[in-house]
Structures are given as C-alpha cells and as structure tokens.
C-alpha cells in the first residue's frame, strides 16, 4: 500500500472514530427524543398494578438458618457445641416377674382306670434315660407337684416358688 492510501484510510478512521465519540457523547436535548416522548411506547394491560407488600415482606423477613461457612476457607468448621441435656424423672422400670418356669421333663403319655377319676402320667427326662409315672399330688424329680392330668396336658407347680407350667402331650419319636 502506497503512503497515499495509508493516509487517506487514516483520515477514514479518524472520521469514523469521532462521528462515535460524538453521537455516544452528545448532548442529551431535543435530538435524542425517548420513546415514550415520540407515542411509540404502549404500557401492557395489567389486571392489578399494586405490589403486592405481604409477599414481598415476607421474603425480606426470611432468615438462613443452615450452617454460616466462609467458603473461601479450607479447613473444616469447629463441630457445634453439643445440645444441653437437661436430666428427666424416669420412673424405674416395673419388675416384669420371674421368668418362664422351665420342667426338664417331657410328658408323653397317661393312663386311667376305667372310669377315669384317677389318671397317671409319664413323664420322661429331656435325653429320655429316666422315666417317672407320677399321679396328681406326687412330686416329679423332687422339684414339681403335679396338679392337673388330662389326656392332652399336664399342669405342673415349681414346689419353692409356686410357679406353674404346663406340659403338652408329646408324641413318641420313631424310636419308640
């Protein structure tokens, strides 16, 4: 390019550059009218126009209530202090009473005479080495009165507490 033409697309851009600066920095007169002056500017139909001041109170009234963090910190926050524990009254736990009675027997059969007023029952020890025939009133393995013989059950009393279980008839195994 010619040192003509340098000058001459110089001379362009030193127009351009201040018709910019002046139509950015002119002054604000009758030349730069604004729409709602010229009758181009039409406000839109609204059915309410207020504010509505309850709604807008109650987001300025909201308060963050998580955890205030410097997030441009590392390190971890301290652990919030723990919560105070103020001490109640409870009343202590009501004795529930003695637990199940437990008979190391099983009962697994009985006999009557033949109007069936008095019954014995068998009993057997859990590994079935022992087996005792007792009626109502005896006592089985000198800790339990028997107190009731039926043809299904059998209603034994702990002699030393009172204590009363009943037994189910079981039936014989295969092995008799």
Known sequence: ??????FIVLGLLVALLGGTVYFTYRPS???AKTPAATGLFTPINVDNPALRMD????FLNLEY?????NIFVAT??????PPQV?????????PSGPPPLVVEAKYFGFVSDSKGSHRRAFFATANNENVFIESEGDTLMGRFRIVKITSTTA???????????TLILEEPGPNG
């Open 1 to 6: 390019m010619s040192r003509r033409n340098q």
């Open 29 to 31: 007169g009758e030349s």
């Open 55 to 58: 709604i807008l109170q109650r």
């Open 65 to 69: 209530k998580g955890a205030h963090r």
């Open 76 to 81: 971890l926050p301290p652990p919030p202090p």
């Open 86 to 94: 103020t001490p109640v009254n409870v009343a202590p736990p009501v």
């Open 155 to 165: 209603d034994v009393e702990e002699v030393s507490s009172g204590r009363r279980a």
